[in-house]
């Protein structure tokens, strides 16, 4: 079993900037396909970014690219999101998760990961 604890999370002006960390302990390895999703209420959990387990090739969703950057530490078993010019519509619990790197091609899927972290609440003010 892997845990993975999500952090950094909070309440920020829009324009601000977070940073949110994902400490990795357990039965942990480096090669983990790293992962944030989040959700908003009311509405189903969706893929924010990914990172391959070596941290040379990196996923964003549309919404996000340009803003957000995902960077991973496999020394201190830590993948961090890197959240500027945030908006409203970021607004959401942020998830961070874990799978193997067989499952590369479905990144942008739920079903590529097997753990999950509790969530770290983020809020943009208007």
């Known amino acids: 079993q892997v845990q993975l604890v999500e952090s950094g999370g909070g309440l920020v002006q829009a324009g601000g900037s977070l940073r949110l960390s994902c400490a990795a302990s357990g039965r942990t390895g480096s090669s983990y396909t790293m992962g944030w999703f989040r959700q908003a209420p009311e509405k189903e959990r969706e893929f924010v970014a990914a990172?391959?387990?070596?941290?040379?090739?990196?996923v964003y969703a549309d919404s996000v690219k340009g803003r957000f950057t995902i960077s991973r530490d496999n020394a201190k078993a830590t993948v961090y999101l890197q959240m500027n010019s945030l908006k409203p519509e970021d607004t959401a619990v942020y998830y961070c998760a874990a799978g193997p790197s067989t499952r590369w091609f479905f990144v942008t899927q739920r079903t590529a990961y097997d753990y999950w972290g509790q969530g770290t609440p983020v809020t943009v003010s208007s």
């Open positions: 990172i391959w387990w070596s941290g040379g090739t990196s």
